[in-house]
């Protein structure tokens, strides 16, 4: 099972863990890592380095990232390529972290991560898509 790193701007990581874990329960060798305005990236960077060691598990560790380029990611990659035995998902949703957290025990990093994207994925939609999905449905029951 890996460790989970969650990280982002203001309290996005601290309040996404305490979402999912309302929804899920609480979750095992898992940590939020907030980057409040107060914080440089040199701060967050010792943070993420701490959370990093202490989820840490034979099966590495994920962090899971708010934006593509931002400071909590961009540090995410630089620890990540000095451990090894990472993976650092960017856009995280609240759909993908639930699932995730539910579905990581006995995945590697690779399972997880491919799973995880196709779970974000699915987790983005519109309600115009879910009632088309629910017309279409209908329509191949009656027949038609």
Do not use: Y
């Not at 990280?7 to 329960?25: I, N, Y």
């Not at 409040?36 to 590495?60: F, I, R, Y």
């Not at 560790?61 to 990659?77: N, Y």
């Not at 995280?92 to 639930?98: F, G, H, R």
Request: hydrophobic share 45%.
């Amino acid at each position: 099972m890996p460790g989970i790193v969650i990280t982002g701007h203001g309290g996005f990581a601290s309040g996404l863990l305490q979402a999912v874990e309302q929804v899920v329960g609480e979750q095992p060798a898992c940590i939020a890592v907030d980057f409040p305005v107060h914080m440089g990236t040199a701060e967050l960077k010792v943070a993420l380095s701490a959370a990093l060691q202490a989820v840490e598990q034979a099966d590495g560790v994920v962090f899971l990232t708010d934006m593509l380029g931002g400071s909590p990611f961009r540090s995410a990659c630089e620890l990540a390529d000095a451990h090894g035995s990472c993976e650092v998902l960017t856009g995280v949703n609240m759909q993908l972290a639930a699932e995730m957290m539910l579905e990581r025990e006995g995945l590697s990093l690779t399972e997880f991560r491919d799973m995880a994207l196709a779970c974000g994925k699915r987790g983005l939609t519109s309600l115009w898509h879910e009632r088309r999905k629910v017309k279409c449905a209908n329509a191949e029951a009656d027949g038609i």
